[in-house]
């Protein structure tokens, strides 16, 4: 088996301390090699801050938010499926809550993002694809553009084939879309799955990483402690911490000749 380069993203970084202090633990330990994050969250200015030292090391990005109560523009994700299907998406609207995340990941990393995803995917929701679209123009003008990530590219849904169906549906066209901007994303998806506290996490990322083929993007939700009470994932929260820095994973990496690596 030939080496690859898997880019591996703790997702949700800034939503709270035990998710900002899993993923770092992670990255120190080199068991991660991007982060996206939340740039409107109360606790981001100093968890950002944290992040500083390790710009080399890892791919930090934003997590574009429009469902989580820190955003002005936040809906219940029901909302913007709706309107993603009907006329008359405020994409002017959108587009100022993009440039208003963009700028304050910005300010703290005095850098702009390395790549853009988001939360829940909104960002790949048709009429939110075009405000991206839009907003990366304005801010990358000259400039090398982020990645995006593309969940159409999705390669498999781990033990949740219906939702990852579903994903897939929503979503489609958004790699195309990104492509007539100009814009670039991983070819390939993964880490997806049902988010259950007994699921097999292990065996999925052993799934996940035998199939990733070079710079291949996997999602994961790592956090210590015992989470909000308001976090619905949390147990698979610390389970995916647990496992991601076990030495189990470590071997299951150099077994699967797999180096976590930034996008470029």
Same mark, same amino acid.
């Given at each position: 088996?030939s080496?690859? &380069?898997?880019?591996l @993203?703790a997702?949700?970084?800034g939503?709270? !301390? %035990?998710?900002?202090d899993?993923i770092?633990?992670?990255v120190?330990?080199?068991r991660?090699?991007?982060?996206?994050? /939340?740039s409107l969250?109360?606790?981001w200015?100093?968890?950002?801050?944290?992040l500083? $030292?390790?710009?080399?090391a890892?791919?930090?990005?934003?997590? /574009?938010? +429009?469902?989580?109560?820190?955003?002005r523009a936040?809906?219940p994700?029901?909302?913007?499926? *709706?309107?993603?299907? +009907? $006329?008359g998406?405020?994409?002017?609207? +959108?587009?100022? !809550?993009? *440039?208003?995340?963009?700028?304050? /990941?910005?300010q703290?990393?005095?850098?702009?993002?390395?790549?853009?995803?988001?939360h829940?995917?909104?960002?790949?929701l048709?009429?939110? &694809?075009?405000?991206?679209?839009?907003?990366?123009?304005l801010r990358?003008? %000259?400039?090398d553009?982020?990645?995006?990530?593309?969940p159409?590219?999705l390669?498999?849904?781990?033990?949740a084939p219906f939702?990852a169906?579903?994903?897939?549906l929503l979503?489609? %066209?958004?790699?195309s879309?990104?492509?007539?901007?100009?814009v670039?994303?991983?070819s390939?998806?993964a880490?997806?799955?049902?988010?259950r506290?007994?699921a097999?996490? $292990?065996?999925?990322?052993?799934?996940?990483?035998?199939? @990733? $083929?070079?710079?291949? *993007?996997?999602?994961?939700h790592?956090?210590? %402690?015992?989470?909000d009470?308001?976090?619905?994932?949390?147990?698979?929260?610390?389970?995916?911490y647990?496992?991601?820095?076990?030495?189990? /994973?470590?071997?299951? @990496?150099?077994?699967?000749?797999?180096s976590?690596?930034k996008?470029?």
């Amino acid at each position: 088996m030939s080496p690859r &380069r898997a880019i591996l @993203c703790a997702d949700d970084y800034g939503q709270s !301390e %035990g998710i900002c202090d899993g993923i770092l633990r992670l990255v120190e330990a080199r068991r991660l090699s991007a982060v996206s994050c /939340f740039s409107l969250a109360p606790c981001w200015p100093g968890a950002g801050r944290r992040l500083l $030292p390790h710009r080399q090391a890892v791919d930090l990005g934003l997590h /574009f938010n +429009l469902t989580e109560p820190f955003g002005r523009a936040a809906r219940p994700l029901s909302y913007w499926l *709706l309107r993603s299907r +009907l $006329p008359g998406m405020p994409r002017q609207a +959108l587009l100022s !809550e993009l *440039l208003r995340q963009i700028d304050a /990941f910005s300010q703290v990393q005095d850098a702009l993002p390395d790549f853009i995803d988001g939360h829940e995917h909104v960002h790949a929701l048709p009429g939110v &694809r075009d405000a991206l679209a839009a907003a990366i123009a304005l801010r990358w003008n %000259g400039t090398d553009k982020p990645y995006v990530r593309a969940p159409d590219a999705l390669a498999d849904g781990g033990d949740a084939p219906f939702k990852a169906r579903i994903l897939k549906l929503l979503c489609r %066209g958004m790699a195309s879309r990104l492509r007539r901007g100009g814009v670039v994303s991983p070819s390939w998806f993964a880490g997806v799955y049902s988010l259950r506290a007994s699921a097999d996490f $292990p065996g999925l990322m052993a799934a996940w990483l035998a199939a @990733c $083929p070079d710079r291949g *993007l996997i999602m994961c939700h790592p956090a210590v %402690g015992a989470g909000d009470a308001d976090d619905a994932i949390a147990a698979a929260r610390r389970r995916e911490y647990d496992y991601l820095a076990s030495e189990a /994973f470590a071997n299951l @990496c150099r077994d699967q000749h797999i180096s976590l690596g930034k996008a470029a």
